[in-house]
Structure formats: C-alpha cells, structure tokens
C-alpha cells in the first residue's frame, strides 16, 4: 500500500468553514498529489509536490491550497468549503524506476460541505 | 479537452472469458500510461503500467498492448474473475518542467458474471 494514510477518513463540514485533509507517507517519496474523484469525472489532480515547499497546481486547484513542510506530510485545505467541494479526496505517491514509473493511492478521505 | 477516454462506460463479461478495456489518448507526449482498479470506498489500486517506447507489457492475467499510431491502448485480463468486479481507470502520464502528472480517463465499470 506504499505506506500511504489519509486523515481524517470522513468528515462534514459547514459551508464557509476552513478544512485541513492531511496526507502522510512513510517512504520518503519525493513526489505528493492530490485528487479528487467526482462521479462523471473520473480522479482530477488538483495540486501536486515534488519536493518539500515545492507544490504546483493542478486542473481544479481553484479553492484549494497545500502545504509540504515535511517529506512525509502534504496537507491540502479548503480556506472556505463549499457544497462543490463535496467529493472523495485521494492523496497519491508516485516511484519512477527504470522504464516504469507507478502511482499508489491512499484510502481516500469522504467530505461532505453541507 | 479531455485528453485521456474511456468510451465504454461499462462492460459485462463471462467468468473464465477475456475481459478488453480500451483507452484512447490525444497527447503523443505521454510518457507513460497506466491501469487501475477502484472498488466502491476505497483508493484506486495499481495494476500496470506500460512505457511509450513498448507496446506490451504482461504482469500475471494483466496485459497491456499500446499502439502508438492509433493513440489507442488496451488492458487484457484473462481468465476473468468475479473479483475482477470494479471500475478501471486508465491514465498518461506527461513530465512538464520536471514535474511528473497523471491525467485520469473517467473509467470503466466491468462486471464479471459467474
């Protein structure tokens, strides 16, 4: 499972309310995404780290911002939630060896913005 | 633009039968493609992946065949089992700048009947 936890795993919130979905890997990978995954639309990157401070955005990165302060923890918040930001959050860790290159998944983290 | 499809939203196939998910891609610049399997609740599971410069790649009942010139790539499972059961996602990978981002396709839901 490439040593991958998300946290929280559930969570509601208020609209307007600030929201912190943590990512932590155990496996010093340099490489840290985010996604979301919406029925209809498949996973969409919303921002991505390649080192420690270094993070970029993805396609749906409006409303969302993220942190990497530490190799093994990329934070993604929700300055101020909204209904549109209900969806499944997946953190991802990617391995690049030869001519391979592999992407593994957390669990997810369920959010709902009522 | 969507730039990775999937145009079979779903797929039902025989257990013991060959199980074919197909993916078409616009960006010749992909360097990579790669297959997952998501149960319902939880992270999207790695299956295999395959280079741009092959055009197969076998692991166990998993193969992948991609045909550069049609922009088109294929995941094979056979023989096919109930626990197959899932949605699969193809996804390219493209390296921009030194960055290394995945582009998701919205998936296939195979069912697998005994």
Redesign the interface.
């Known amino acids: 499972d490439a040593g991958i936890t998300q946290s929280p795993r559930h969570k509601v919130t208020e609209t307007g309310t600030p929201v912190t979905l943590r990512c932590h890997q155990t496996e010093n990978h340099r490489y840290m995404y985010w996604y979301r995954q919406d029925p209809g639309h498949g996973l969409r990157l919303i921002h991505y780290s390649y080192g420690v401070k270094d993070t970029d955005k993805g396609e749906v990165s409006d409303g969302y911002s993220v942190s990497r302060s530490k190799t093994e923890d990329f934070l993604l918040t929700l300055e101020s939630a909204t209904s549109s930001q209900t969806s499944v959050y997946f953190c991802a860790i990617s391995e690049t060896s030869g001519l391979s290159y592999e992407q593994y998944f957390g669990p997810g983290t369920r959010l709902t913005v009522t | 633009d969507q730039q990775v499809k999937q145009n079979s939203p779903s797929l039902s196939v025989q257990e013991g039968r060959i199980s074919i998910l197909n993916c078409d891609y616009t960006n010749s610049m992909f360097?990579?493609f790669?297959w997952?399997k998501k149960y319902p609740?939880?992270?999207?599971?790695?299956l295999i992946?395959i280079?741009s410069?092959?055009d197969k790649n076998e692991d166990g009942r998993f193969t992948v065949f991609l045909n550069k010139s049609a922009k088109h790539l294929s995941l094979h499972i056979v023989p096919s089992q109930p626990g197959d059961s899932a949605v699969y996602?193809c996804?390219a990978?493209v390296t921009q700048g030194?960055?290394?981002?995945?582009?998701?396709?919205?998936?296939t839901k195979l069912t697998v009947n005994p």
């Open positions: 360097d990579y790669l997952y609740a939880e992270g999207p599971t790695f992946s280079s410069i092959k996602f996804a990978m030194g960055s290394e981002k995945l582009v998701f396709g919205k998936g």
